[in-house]
């Protein structure tokens, strides 16, 4: 079974519409799809309980106490996180989980803050103790603005405790289209084609990353 994690302490930087769009896109391409919400906000959990039933099946996968309860048969798990998610919770889910995507914001605040996660994360490798594949991705970028290339820029150079680049992997535009989409249950590749076709074309590299070797544990 494939299984994404997406995480970042930071609050509102868009793990659930990464979650959800990446749920979307398994769903859209026939996989049997499930999504686990471990944030009592449940946001994912609300954005599949208003899933239209015309859409491609996605699974809901409880989570008690910390523990995914996975449907049967699923081939994607993608897990919604909680902001503020730290030690051992953070642990118990990055157990299960092959690969980390990681969303980011174009704030200076936001960089250094994800730079401390980063350790943590690798302080942590004992307990999750496999070669998890971890990425970044910007989300809500106003394109052409500095603050836009700075956050390029900085991605682009992060190292891993390792010595290793961490890989960036795509920049998703700030647009309405993210926010009609998710009011009906749908995810951008389910959305107003015409007006997401520049959206998708920004996905597309994380879709290829997602699909590729590159983003499995070595
Ligand atoms: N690229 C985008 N363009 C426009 N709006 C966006 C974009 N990404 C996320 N949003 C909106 O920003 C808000 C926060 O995003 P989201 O809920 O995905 O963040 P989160 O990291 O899950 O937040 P939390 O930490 O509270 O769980 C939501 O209303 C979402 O629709
Ligand atoms: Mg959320």
Not at 23 to 28: I, K, P
Not at 85 to 111: E, R
Not at 116 to 143: H, P, Q, W
Not at 213 to 218: A, E
């Amino acid at each position: 079974m494939r299984s994404i994690l997406v995480l970042n302490p930071k609050g509102g930087c868009g793990k659930s519409t990464f979650a959800t769009n990446i749920a979307g896109y398994f769903a859209t391409q026939g996989k049997r799809v499930s999504l686990a919400d471990c944030d009592p906000q449940q946001s994912s959990r609300d954005w599949l309980s208003i899933r239209p039933e015309s859409a491609a099946t996605i699974k809901s996968a409880s989570v008690k106490a910390g523990k995914i309860d996975v449907p049967r048969r699923t081939e994607v798990l993608i897990i919604d996180t909680p902001a503020a998610l730290h030690g051992q919770k953070l642990a118990n889910y990055a157990k299960v989980s092959q690969t980390i995507i990681m969303p980011m914001m174009p704030s200076p605040m936001d960089m250094r803050a994800a730079e401390r996660f980063i350790d943590e994360l690798f302080s942590l490798r004992k307990l999750i103790n496999r070669k998890i594949k971890v990425a970044t991705v910007a989300n809500r970028v106003r394109e052409d603005t500095i603050a836009a290339a700075k956050l390029e820029n900085y991605l682009d150079k992060i190292k891993l405790p390792t010595g290793h680049k961490l890989p960036f992997i795509t920049m998703l535009r700030a647009t309405q289209n993210y926010i009609k989409a998710a009011e009906r249950g749908l995810s951008i590749f389910e959305f107003a084609p015409a007006k997401t076709a520049y959206d998708r074309e920004q996905w597309e590299p994380l879709v290829r990353w997602l699909n590729s070797v590159r983003s499995m544990p070595g």
